[in-house]
């Protein structure tokens, strides 16, 4: 026979809750509170099954090599160029092949492979900043609305629904048009972009455990609600948050290299693959390593990533089964 779960209740209601519950304590009661030690010890238990099913995962394994033989590249690759990225030579401009450089040189002259090593560094630091942007304010307003319930929370989601009505690429289009192709600019905007859809994970996997145990008995004991939030709430929702980490890390990824190409990015002669592959456009039959290369990278770049977010979601599921 199923039961039917506790409904949704807001933060006040639980905290009066509480109150009663902490008014009549008694050592019986005390006792009673032992298992949510226990159910709090299993979900780091979960934690470290989701670990042990990710890795054990051919895709997984995959995923993190190719990201991590690009992250190095992009990391350590420029201490071992010969020359700097805007190096520019005369003598061989536009040659797919030549005596100093694997590569070849692009229509001005400037070394392929040199500028393809430069140019990943700045888009993965660009990338993982607007991220980590959209992660924060996204799990902040999603945890937020979650707990706190009422009017609070209708007030955070439906503002949510009207900016995930705008298209991504549209929106930072308009900002980076009015505030110009700067790089704070282009981290902000694709990590405000980013927010309202890890809000809406954000709060439907803080509803699945706001009713636990281990919650009930810190409001039992009058926790800091931030502390609450963050200490409790938080570490138990990692896994939807680790996939739809993922999974922005690669929108950003392509949504930085877009923009450059659009000559709204990363502004010439910075080396970035997107604007790698605008600038080496016109000579693609003369020279194809100059477009070839950074294509390639990305293309790595985004199914490496994508494959670890896949391995981190199936891993979650996997070990959500087996509790259930």
């Given at each position: 026979m199923t039961t039917t779960p506790p409904p949704h209740t807001g933060a006040a209601d639980r905290d009066s809750?509480?109150?009663?519950?902490?008014a009549d304590l008694d050592p019986t009661t005390t006792a009673s509170v032992a298992p949510s030690l226990a159910t709090k010890d299993a979900h780091t238990g979960q934690r470290n099954t989701v670990l042990t099913r990710f890795w054990a995962q051919k895709q997984a394994k995959i995923g993190v090599i190719i990201t991590a033989a690009v992250v190095l590249l992009a990391f350590l690759g420029p201490l071992f160029v010969p020359w700097a990225t805007g190096y520019t030579t005369t003598e061989f401009v536009a040659r797919p092949f030549q005596p100093d450089g694997i590569a070849g040189s692009d229509n001005l002259g400037r070394d392929v492979f040199t500028r393809f090593i430069g140019g990943g560094l700045t888009l993965l630091l660009y990338a993982l900043l607007a991220t980590l942007i959209g992660l924060v304010l996204g799990v902040l307003f999603g945890m937020t609305a979650a707990y706190t319930g009422g009017w609070l929370d209708s007030l955070i989601m439906r503002s949510n629904d009207v900016l995930l009505?705008?298209?991504?690429?549209?929106?930072?289009?308009?900002?980076?048009?009015?505030?110009?192709?700067?790089?704070?600019?282009l981290i902000t905007v694709i990590g405000i972009t980013h927010a309202p859809r890890i809000a809406r994970v954000a709060r439907s996997a803080t509803l699945g455990v706001i009713n636990e145990d281990y919650i009930r008995a810190a409001e039992m004991y009058a926790m800091p609600r931030l502390r609450l939030l963050t200490r409790e709430i938080m570490p138990n929702i990692t896994g939807p948050m680790a996939v739809?980490?993922?999974?922005?890390?690669?929108?950003?990824?392509?949504?930085?290299?877009?923009?450059?190409?659009?000559?709204?990015?990363?502004?010439?002669?910075?080396?970035?693959?997107?604007?790698?592959?605008?600038?080496?456009r016109i000579a693609l039959s003369v020279q194809p390593w100059g477009v070839l290369l950074p294509v390639a990278a990305i293309a790595l770049l985004t199914i490496g990533t994508n494959l670890i977010a896949d391995s981190i979601a199936r891993a979650s599921a996997s070990s959500n089964v087996g509790e259930q």
């Open positions: 809750s509480a109150v009663e519950q902490r009505a705008i298209p991504q690429l549209v929106f930072a289009l308009l900002a980076i048009t009015v505030l110009g192709p700067r790089g704070w600019v739809e980490a993922g999974l922005r890390l690669t929108y950003s990824i392509g949504a930085i290299a877009s923009l450059s190409f659009l000559g709204l990015g990363m502004q010439p002669p910075t080396a970035d693959w997107g604007l790698m592959i605008n600038e080496n």
